[in-house]
């Protein structure tokens, strides 16, 4: 491997939060990804149109960010999936979906068991409620940061589509 190549992948640094019909998509191709760059653990699509494919990890980490929120604003952040009917894996281990406001800021965490004889497409999601802390100025306080995690099990899974991230903004 190239001294400085990774094998993940590495999404839009650079999303502003747009919502339409009152809710912003995220391709999986603007999403962080590790492992995502070795396609004997992910397909990651380079079109807007196609899922992200999980063929097997042990360590499941996909991320974003979006600028240009509100600390004012309640936010639900989560993700379009399916499984395919090969998926192993799910259901044992919890999944979290973390939320934070800024790199510094605490997150929000909520924990997903996902059924693994779900079919066809479903939502999983978390929310992040208004900043209690008033901005503290920082350019990061608007950046919305979060992620999908199971990193604590060890256990290989495979089988699961991304088919995009959502964040949704309340007053």
């Given at each position: 491997?190239?001294?400085?190549?990774?094998p993940?992948?590495?999404g839009?640094?650079?999303?502003k939060?747009?919502?339409?019909?009152?809710?912003?998509?995220?391709?999986?191709?603007?999403?962080?990804?590790?492992?995502?760059?070795?396609?004997?653990?992910?397909?990651?699509?380079?079109?807007?149109?196609?899922?992200?494919?999980?063929?097997?990890?042990?360590?499941?980490?996909?991320?974003?960010?979006?600028?240009?929120?509100?600390?004012?604003?309640?936010?639900?952040?989560?993700?379009?999936?399916?499984?395919?009917?090969?998926?192993?894996?799910?259901?044992?281990?919890?999944?979290y979906?973390?939320?934070?406001?800024?790199?510094?800021?605490?997150?929000?965490?909520?924990?997903?068991?996902?059924?693994?004889?779900?079919?066809g497409?479903f939502?999983?999601?978390?929310?992040?409620?208004?900043?209690?802390?008033?901005?503290?100025?920082?350019?990061d306080d608007?950046r919305?940061?979060?992620?999908?995690?199971?990193?604590?099990?060890?256990?290989w899974?495979?089988?699961?589509?991304?088919?995009?991230?959502?964040?949704?903004?309340?007053?």
């Amino acid at each position: 491997m190239a001294p400085n190549s990774t094998p993940h992948h590495s999404g839009n640094p650079s999303t502003k939060f747009t919502k339409q019909q009152g809710r912003m998509m995220i391709p999986p191709k603007d999403l962080n990804i590790v492992w995502g760059k070795d396609n004997r653990y992910w397909s990651v699509p380079q079109n807007q149109g196609s899922p992200a494919e999980l063929h097997q990890v042990s360590w499941l980490e996909v991320t974003g960010s979006v600028g240009e929120t509100s600390p004012n604003k309640k936010y639900e952040v989560g993700f379009r999936v399916s499984l395919n009917p090969d998926a192993f894996g799910w259901g044992k281990y919890p999944m979290y979906i973390m939320i934070k406001r800024g790199k510094q800021g605490k997150a929000a965490s909520t924990k997903i068991n996902m059924n693994p004889n779900l079919k066809g497409e479903f939502e999983i999601s978390g929310k992040l409620d208004k900043s209690k802390e008033q901005s503290r100025g920082g350019s990061d306080d608007a950046r919305l940061y979060f992620g999908l995690y199971e990193v604590w099990s060890g256990k290989w899974k495979g089988g699961l589509k991304i088919h995009h991230a959502f964040i949704t903004e309340f007053p």
